[in-house]
Nanobody, 127 residues
């Protein structure tokens, strides 16, 4: 069992930056691939970014590529999403997720492959 708790959401103006964090507890964090998803009001949950078990592989949705950066800190059992050049369309509840994988370089981009989810943190970008 893995517990995930997101934090760091808030209100920011367009063009600004924000970092959200996801603290993991429970089973060995280092052997899970991690990802961030988001869900805006009235829309389906969508993939944002993913990072492999090893931390050496990352993958981003086209909509955030070049603006967002995913990273992980094994000592703190935490995964981060640094968001720069934020746009109003980035407004959503952001969720982190953990996937049990056997390949250290594998990134997971589909929600149905994730085993554990956090409760989400709200990010609002004003225009």
């Amino acid at each position: 069992q893995v517990q995930l708790v997101e934090s760091g959401g808030g209100l920011v103006q367009a063009g600004g930056s924000l970092s959200v964090s996801c603290a993991a507890s429970g089973r060995t964090f280092s052997t899970y691939a991690m990802g961030w998803f988001r869900q805006a009001p009235g829309k389906e949950r969508e993939f944002v970014a993913a990072i492999s078990w090893s931390g050496s592989s990352t993958y981003y949705a086209d909509s955030v590529k070049g603006r967002f950066t995913i990273s992980r800190d094994y000592a703190k059992n935490t995964v981060y999403l640094q968001m720069n050049s934020l746009k109003p369309e980035d407004t959503a509840v952001y969720y982190c997720a953990a996937a049990a994988v056997t390949l250290r370089f594998k990134v997971v981009v589909t929600s149905d492959q994730y085993d554990y989810w956090g409760q989400g943190t709200q990010v609002t970008v004003s225009s």
